[in-house]
């Protein structure tokens, strides 16, 4: 099973949609989770952290389900700007800092 | 956010000669970088950690001797790649951090074409 799956779309929505992704991961010991984004041929960029509490940034919002062990990225009112690769990442809270990149979910927003 | 540099951000190179990849954190100190390869369509593969001051650690399956890193500063991390063949051709990303925090910033990637 890999450390983290998920689904690699592309989800196709038209611009104004809501759209939720999720993320699985098999380490029960991870204990810091991020969505990136990545732009196609680029970095990636830090979206947001997640928090077990839930987050929300703007119209995006991030939940943490450690006993189901996925995260999820919700967003809201979708513009084209937000066509991109969205990744599920996570990492150990001890001294190595690795971080684990699931291979990415790719969304085309269409006007 | 933090800003991190890669020289060069694109090259190609004969089957056999070595390449090397600069990686710069700009404007804080990073005691601890990150390199990482990227093959189509695929995830962010962690190749190694790198060090300030010591010997890099590297992920199983990867070759010390082909990718050689070293950390000789707090602002400076290098890849060479050693011997390049084809199959070496790949998206090369750096991350750096800042010391006592997790997040980390992403250079803007070194696209290596071996021919």
């Known amino acids: 099973r890999k450390e983290v799956e998920q689904d690699p779309g592309p989800f196709n929505v038209p611009e104004g949609a809501t759209v939720a992704f999720n993320c699985t991961y098999s380490n029960s010991a991870s204990q810091s989770f991020f969505w990136y984004r990545q732009d196609c041929r680029k970095e990636p960029k830090l979206l947001m952290s997640?928090?077990?509490s839930g987050n929300e940034d703007g119209r995006f919002t991030a939940q943490l389900n450690r006993a189901s062990q996925y995260i999820s990225l919700l967003i809201r009112d979708s513009k084209l700007s937000d066509s991109a690769t969205y990744l599920c990442?996570?990492?150990?809270?001890?001294?190595?800092?690795?971080?684990?990149f699931g291979s990415g979910t790719r969304l085309l927003v269409r006007p | 956010g933090a800003v991190v540099s890669q020289h060069p951000s694109r090259v190609i190179c004969k089957s056999g000669t070595s390449v090397k990849i600069e990686c710069r954190s700009l404007d804080f100190q990073a005691t601890t970088m990150f390199w990482y390869r990227q093959f189509p369509k695929k995830s962010l593969m962690l190749m190694a950690t790198?060090?300030?001051?010591?010997?890099?650690?590297?992920e199983q399956g990867v070759e010390k001797d082909k990718f050689l890193i070293n950390h000789a500063s707090l602002t400076l991390s290098t890849l060479t790649v050693t011997s390049a063949h084809p199959e070496d051709s790949s998206f090369y990303i750096c991350?750096?951090?800042?010391?006592?925090?997790?997040?980390?910033?992403f250079g803007p990637g070194t696209r290596l074409t071996v021919t």
């Open positions: 790198s060090n300030e001051g010591s010997k890099a650690t590297y």
């Open positions: 991350s750096a951090k800042r010391t006592n925090s997790y997040e980390q910033y």
């Open positions: 997640v928090y077990s």
């Open positions: 990442v996570f990492g150990w809270m001890d001294s190595s800092y690795k971080l684990i």
